[in-house]
C-alpha cells in the first residue's frame, strides 16, 4: 500500500498583546502589530514568554497529523525572571479535531482537554524552561485551520505579567 504524505507548511500568524489583557488579536505577523518605537513595541521585543508550535508538519491519507501530532508550548527565554501558574490554551477555530493530549516537558500537565481546546499548565516557568504538550490532531481540511492562543501567568510576587506575548491565531486563514 502506497501511502501518500501531504506537507502542510504552516504560515504562524499571531497578534502581539498584553497578557493582562487576555485578548486575542487578529492575524498578523509574529512581530508585534503595534508601531516601532511605542511601547508595546518595546515590551513584545523584550517578553521572555514565546509561544512556540511546529513550522512544517505531514498529514497522512486520513487527514491526521503524522508523528503523534501538533506540538504547542511556551517557553521562557529569560536568563533571571521565574514565572508562576502560567498555561497556554490552544483552542480551535476552524477545521481541527483534538484527540489524545501528551505533555512533552518535565513540570507540565494538560488542565484542559476537549476535541475543540487543549490548554497545557505548569505550577513555575523557570528560565530556559518550556511547558509543552503534543495532540493527536485530525485536520478536517489541509487548506484551512486555524487556532487561537491565549496566555496566563504570574510573576514570582503573584502578579499578573505585563510583557507582551505573541498571542492571536496560527493557521492558514487570512483575515
Same mark, same amino acid.
Given at each position: #500500500?502506497? *501511502? #501518500? *504524505? %501531504?506537507?502542510?507548511?504552516?504560515?504562524?500568524?499571531? /497578534?502581539?498583546?498584553?497578557?493582562?489583557?487576555?485578548?486575542?488579536?487578529? $492575524?498578523?505577523?509574529?512581530?508585534?502589530? $503595534?508601531?516601532?518605537?511605542?511601547?508595546?513595541?518595546?515590551?513584545?521585543?523584550?517578553?521572555?514568554?514565546?509561544? +512556540?508550535?511546529?513550522?512544517?508538519?505531514?498529514?497522512?491519507?486520513?487527514?491526521? @497529523?503524522?508523528?503523534?501530532?501538533?506540538?504547542?508550548?511556551? +517557553?521562557?527565554?529569560?536568563?533571571?525572571?521565574?514565572?508562576?501558574?502560567?498555561?497556554?490554551?490552544?483552542?480551535? !477555530?476552524?477545521?481541527?479535531?483534538?484527540?489524545?493530549?501528551? @505533555?512533552?516537558?518535565?513540570?507540565?500537565?494538560? !488542565?484542559?482537554?476537549?476535541?475543540?481546546?487543549?490548554?497545557?499548565? $505548569?505550577? !513555575?516557568?523557570?528560565?530556559?524552561?518550556?511547558?509543552?504538550?503534543? @495532540?493527536? %490532531? *485530525? #485536520?478536517?481540511?489541509?487548506?484551512?485551520?486555524?487556532?487561537?492562543?491565549?496566555?496566563? /501567568?504570574? +510573576? !514570582?510576587?503573584?502578579?499578573?505579567?505585563?510583557?507582551?506575548?505573541?498571542? /492571536?491565531?496560527?493557521?492558514?486563514?487570512?483575515?
Amino acid at each position: #500500500m502506497n *501511502r #501518500m *504524505r %501531504t506537507t502542510v507548511a504552516v504560515l504562524g500568524a499571531a /497578534g502581539a498583546l498584553t497578557a493582562a489583557q487576555l485578548g486575542l488579536a487578529g $492575524a498578523a505577523s509574529a512581530a508585534s502589530t $503595534a508601531p516601532t518605537g511605542s511601547v508595546e513595541a518595546q515590551a513584545a521585543a523584550s517578553c521572555p514568554i514565546k509561544i +512556540t508550535y511546529l513550522k512544517k508538519f505531514y498529514v497522512d491519507n486520513n487527514n491526521w @497529523v503524522t508523528n503523534g501530532g501538533l506540538r504547542f508550548g511556551l +517557553t521562557n527565554s529569560s536568563k533571571k525572571v521565574t514565572f508562576k501558574d502560567v498555561s497556554l490554551k490552544v483552542t480551535n !477555530t476552524k477545521s481541527l479535531r483534538f484527540g489524545k493530549a501528551t @505533555v512533552t516537558t518535565k513540570g507540565a500537565r494538560i !488542565t484542559q482537554k476537549t476535541n475543540q481546546i487543549v490548554k497545557v499548565a $505548569a505550577k !513555575t516557568l523557570k528560565p530556559g524552561k518550556s511547558a509543552a504538550f503534543k @495532540v493527536s %490532531t *485530525r #485536520m478536517l481540511r489541509t487548506d484551512l485551520y486555524e487556532v487561537k492562543f491565549a496566555v496566563y /501567568g504570574k +510573576t !514570582t510576587d503573584g502578579k499578573k505579567w505585563g510583557c507582551a506575548v505573541d498571542q /492571536g491565531t496560527w493557521g492558514t486563514v487570512k483575515h
